[in-house]
Structures are given as C-alpha cells and as structure tokens.
C-alpha cells in the first residue's frame, strides 16, 4: 500500500536533526577541520547525552527504525509500545529543544547541515507522522502499515561476497572517503561516531573496541563463505595485528571495511 503524501517538517524531526549532525561530524573528521568538528560534538553531547529530551525522543525513533526482519505481531507491538513511551514523553520540552537546537545549528554549524541527504528519510518521516495527532486518524493507520512492512522487510541478503582483494579494498576506501556517512552501516556509524566523540586515551572507547573486534573475529572463524576465501589468512593476519597498531582512521577503516565483509556473511 502507498503512502500518503504528507507535508513534513525534518527539522522537527529529531532523529533527522541527529543523523545530519553525525553526517555533517564524518565530513568534518575526512576534511580535518578540528574546530567545526569541535563544535558539532559539544552539540551533540549537549542536546543528545543521556536523559536530555532530545535523546529520549531519538531512542523511540531508533527503536523503529534500527529494528528489521520481526514478524507482524512483533512490528505492531513495537509501534504501540513506542506510541505509549513517545506520549509519555514532555512535548513542549521537546520543541523547545528543538528550537533551540535549529538555532544553534545555524548560528554555529552552518544550514547546509539540513541538506544532507538520508537514504532512510521517507522511514524517519513516516515514524515522525505516526505520533503527530494532528493527522487524521485513518491516514495515521495507513502510515503505520506501512511502518509494519519496514520492520517485517529484511534487508538485501542476496549480495554475494566480493573476493576480497586489493582493489576491492582500496574501491570500499575511497567510497568510504567520499560519500562518508551517506549508506554507511549502523554498525559503523556506531564506531565512528563514538571514535569522534572519544576523549584522547579513552578506556570507554578501547573497551568497545576490543569487543566489536571480537565480535568480528567471531564471526569471520564461524562462517564457512569467508573461510573459504583464498584470503582468509590475511584476513585474520589483519584481526591479529590490531593489538599492536594505534588507534586512528587507518585502523578505523579497515575495522569498517570487515564490518562491510562480515554483514554481507551474515
């Protein structure tokens, strides 16, 4: 079914406004500009730290639009389950943060923050109508319908896994380089966006470092398509090597690029 078309704001969007400044943080990161950089993160932890409204409101979009692959009964309950946890929530305390975070994103980042383009927006958009009460109910309806199909809907697993070689590492590098955030995986911009924000010598950071490493390494021992490549060897040659080497954009795009190899095993 269709959905409706309907007028919507994204810079009421809360989960639109977080995206574009972690996209806008990755620019700034490959540009090495330290002080806009500087800036997007003291935003970031200002409006999105734990507690604050904004990071409330943003974890009942992600618990929508992060989730795929539930049944029916699984995508409804979660959309009734969010519905009741975003009505709970303070709405003027919402748009007053909001407001306030438009104006600082303006004042100090720049408009264009607002023009990065989302592969997932239409979701973002629909997640946003269905807790608008302004809209018609049916309509409202329609729209979380079409919310259940999202979440009921896997994603591409037909992709076959590409040799790994020189140049398709070396291709992944320098489309990581130039689009930076605009189809990265959740997986990675988890890591990026906590390699930004962490201070220097972060234990935090190296702990969930080492357990996303090892979740890799697991992975890449238990699956037979990998394993089965011809370079499998230096592939956990890769993985052993990152006890010794320093923690920077080297070691976080190869760790990015086995991320890549290892959801297209999954």
Known sequence: MDKPKLKHNKKRNTAFLYEALVKELAKATVEKNELLKKQIVSVLKEFFSNGKPLARELDVYKTLYETKEVD?????SLINESKRVYFGLSQSD????????????NKDIGKSVFQHFMPNYKNLATISQIFDLDIPIKTRILLEQTLVDYLTVGENTSKQLEPIDNIVYKTFVKKFNEKYGTSLLEEQKSLLTKYIMAEDDDVEFKLYLNEEIGRIKKTISESSSIKS????????????????????TKLLEDIMYL???VKEAE
Request: aromatic residues 8%; without cysteine; proline residues 0%.
């Open 94 to 105: 919402i748009f007053n943060e909001q407001s306030r975070l438009i104006s600082k994103v």
């Open 259 to 261: 991320q890549v190899l």
């Open 229 to 248: 490549n011809k370079n499998y060897s230096e592939l956990v040659s890769m993985l052993e090597s990152f006890k010794q080497k320093q923690i920077d």
């Open 72 to 76: 029916k009964e699984m995508a409804k």
